[in-house]
């Protein structure tokens, strides 16, 4: 670097984080602030815990000798204790459900929204940091709780604008795939840890079915699959037999709740735990049917397999069943926007006691984008008002009426760029989606007048070769300053 040269940092994000502007954000906190209040109304409580959790209360990134494993973003405080940005909204749950379980109501209803961190390679989509918004109920092990929590969602996914027929909450569970697994030989239920290896693999398999089809998941369930590139991966080593039951679960799902359960317990046979899990949906779909959530909203789907290794009970995933067009221009369907189920060891690591807990969380930047895709965002993006400066001398006159303006509960500010150029203020208006500007120069003032451009009316009549329509409505308008508030409050439509 040549002497006396200063350097620059460079203006750029972090690799794998983004920055959000005025409607993205203002979007975002309009579908938060309503999906809150689907929350809110169902008795559950709002938290918010520190961005900011010791490694060892995450629990599943553990410090090695260095530092703590890929994952989370970690660093040693200055007493040596390792401390990590939070990688979920779960993991703080279950160190403030053990800290505060004196002090707590029992069960716990609580719902957190707020950004997570992952220090993961990024991609298309994929970000190091996003959004989260979770609701869960700790403390009860009744499966009344998780058909609540898929009512909920349900009611969330409306009150957002994505209406019934649009999307379905699918409804499985993991002790019914534990009681297939049973049956085909690979669960040994007086042993936990035998066939550990050959769950693992039945389980990767069968969640990769949207992907490789029916075919590629059989291979994986016997002896292995070859990918298009030549990679061999082993598979379960299952027999013909033993496959066919577990593909029999996967596409368990029939025209009725009640016929889908018929032929799970089918399929579990003898397996007391499987036979558990029958029951638990069967229960989940009558309360839901009690409150009037039929089979246009929650559907009971054995297909669900996504997380099943996580969770302990019954597990939930909401679909959006609409269609949109990929970058490349072809239909697909928008897919997962929210996903749940029941995991009893949430507080275990830190009582010893087992502490059943249900919760879901929704993928907030996911339903924002598809409710973009929709036009069905619901939040004000307009701009403010702008009130132009045609004579410095006179700023006193023009705070006055942005003053009148904002104690009216109108959007408003006034130009504070160098007012030299009229027309830079105009573009300074369009470029905040103003929806009118005030213009009051020494000759209105005189009069005791203000002159109102309405800057959505003005670009509509641009894009138009005729006139007609808005004869009766002016681009701009002249009226006197002291019904600046009610002529504007009238452009607006309010």
Request: net charge negative; glycine share 10%; aromatic share 8%.
């Amino acid at each position: 670097m040549a002497e006396g040269k200063i350097r620059r940092p460079r203006a750029e994000t972090p690799k794998g984080f983004r920055d959000y502007f005025g409607a993205e954000v203002t979007e975002r906190k309009a579908m938060l602030d309503a999906i809150a209040g689907v929350y809110h109304r169902y008795g559950f409580e709002a938290l918010e815990t520190s961005a900011v959790e010791t490694v060892e209360a995450l629990g599943k990134f553990l410090p090695d000798v260095d530092r703590p494993n890929e994952g989370v973003f970690a660093w040693q405080d200055e007493d040596e204790a390792w401390m990590a940005l939070r990688y979920d909204l779960t993991a703080p749950l279950a160190r403030v459900a053990a800290q505060y379980r004196n002090d707590l109501p029992s069960p716990y209803r609580r719902y957190a929204m707020g950004p997570v961190w992952r220090n993961e390679k990024p991609g298309p989509g994929r970000f190091r940091q996003f959004y989260q918004c979770d609701a869960d109920t700790v403390g009860t092990g009744s499966v009344a709780a998780d058909a609540e929590i898929c009512a909920m969602l349900s009611d969330a996914l409306e009150v957002v604008g994505i209406p019934r027929g649009d999307y379905v909450v699918k409804v499985n569970n993991r002790k019914v795939l534990n009681g297939v697994m049973e049956v085909a030989g690979v669960l040994d239920p007086s042993d936990a840890t035998r066939f550990e290896a050959e769950r693992g693999i039945v389980l990767r398999a069968i969640d990769k079915i949207d992907r490789l089809g029916d075919a590629g998941v059989r291979a994986l369930l016997g002896e292995g699959r070859k990918d298009e590139s030549g990679d061999f991966t082993k598979g379960a080593g299952l027999s013909s037999e033993q496959a066919e039951v577990v593909m029999g679960f996967v596409s368990a799902k029939r025209d009725s709740g009640a016929e889908t359960v018929a032929r799970l317990r089918e399929l579990v046979g003898a397996s007391a735990l499987g036979a558990e899990g029958v029951n638990e949906l069967e229960t989940i779909a009558a309360l839901l049917d009690a409150q009037g959530y039929g089979p246009d909203r929650i559907v009971l789907d054995p297909g669900v397999v996504r997380g099943l290794g996580y969770y302990t009970g019954p597990v939930f995933e909401a679909e959006l069943t609409f269609e949109i067009l990929d970058e490349k221009g072809r239909k697909r369907q928008f897919g997962s926007v929210a996903g749940g189920g029941r995991y009893d060891d949430l507080v275990k690591r830190f009582t010893g006691q087992a502490v059943p807990a249900t919760g879901v969380s929704i993928g907030v930047d996911r339903l924002l984008a598809a409710l973009q895709a929709k036009g069905r965002v619901a939040a004000d993006t307009t701009g403010p008002v702008v009130v132009t400066v045609m004579d410095r001398d006179r700023m006193a006159d023009y705070m006055s009426m942005v003053a009148d303006l904002r104690n009216a509960g109108i959007r408003a500010e006034v130009y504070l760029g160098n007012p030299k150029n009229f027309g830079n203020q105009l573009k300074y208006a369009d470029k905040r989606q103003s929806p009118v500007a005030v213009i009051q120069g020494s000759d209105e003032a005189a009069r005791g007048v203000v002159v109102l451009k309405d800057l959505i009316l003005g670009a509509k009549i641009a894009e138009n070769a005729t006139l007609e329509e808005w004869k009766d409505r002016p681009a701009q308008v002249e009226t006197p300053r002291g019904d600046l508030v009610a002529t504007v409050r009238k452009m607006l439509g309010q």
